[in-house]
C-alpha cells in the first residue's frame, strides 16, 4: 500500500508540474501579446486586433488552470468563521471531506454543461482568428475534470488518515 501510494504522490506532482508549466507558459504570452498590444497601439501605424482576441483566449485559460492550482494548494475563497468555531474532528470532516464533496458536486455539474456548450460553440468561430471556438472553451471541461481528480484524491487522503488514526 505504501508503494502505491509513492506512485500517486509521484503521479500528483508530476501532474502538478505541467499545470504550472501551462500556467507559466500561458502568462508569458500573455505579457507578450498585451505588450505588442500596447507598442503597435501607441509606436506602429496601426494595431493587431489579433492580439487582443488571443489574449483573452490565453486569460480565460490562466483562470480555469489556474483553479486547478489554487484548488490544490487550498488557494480558494472560502469563509470559514463557523467552521473554525466547531469541535476540531468535526472541523476537519467538514473542511476535508464534506467541501470537497460539495465540490465535486458542483464540478461535474460544471464539466458536462462545458461538455454541452462545446456543441453549441462548435458551430461558431472568433471574430478575429477563425478559430473554432471548441479551442477556447475546451479547458472548461477539461479544468473541471482535473478539479474533480484532486477532490478526490483529498478525499481517498482524509478517508486514509482518519483510517490510520483508528
Known amino acids: 500500500m505504501c508503494k502505491e501510494n509513492r506512485k500517486l504522490e509521484y503521479l500528483k506532482k508530476y501532474f502538478m508540474f505541467c499545470i504550472n508549466t501551462i500556467?507559466?507558459?500561458?502568462?508569458?504570452?500573455?505579457?507578450?501579446?498585451?505588450?505588442?498590444?500596447?507598442?503597435?497601439?501607441n509606436f506602429l501605424p496601426h494595431s493587431y486586433p489579433w492580439t487582443v482576441e488571443l489574449a483573452r483566449i490565453c486569460f480565460l485559460w490562466l483562470c480555469i488552470i489556474g483553479s486547478v492550482k489554487a484548488l490544490d494548494e487550498n488557494e480558494h475563497f472560502s469563509i470559514d468563521l463557523l467552521v473554525k468555531k466547531m469541535p476540531k474532528k468535526l472541523e476537519s470532516f467538514i473542511s476535508l471531506f464534506l467541501v470537497n464533496v460539495i465540490n465535486i458536486i458542483f464540478l461535474i455539474f460544471l464539466f458536462y454543461s462545458g461538455i454541452s456548450y462545446l456543441e453549441i460553440a462548435s458551430r461558431t468561430t472568433t471574430l478575429v482568428l477563425r478559430l473554432n471556438k471548441i479551442w477556447v472553451f475546451i479547458f472548461v471541461p477539461i479544468g473541471s475534470f482535473f478539479m474533480i481528480i484532486l477532490c478526490v484524491t483529498k478525499i481517498v487522503d482524509y478517508m486514509q488518515k482518519m483510517n490510520g488514526k483508528n
Open 23 to 41: 500556467l507559466i507558459i500561458d502568462l508569458i504570452i500573455i505579457v507578450i501579446i498585451v505588450f505588442w498590444q500596447v507598442l503597435s497601439r
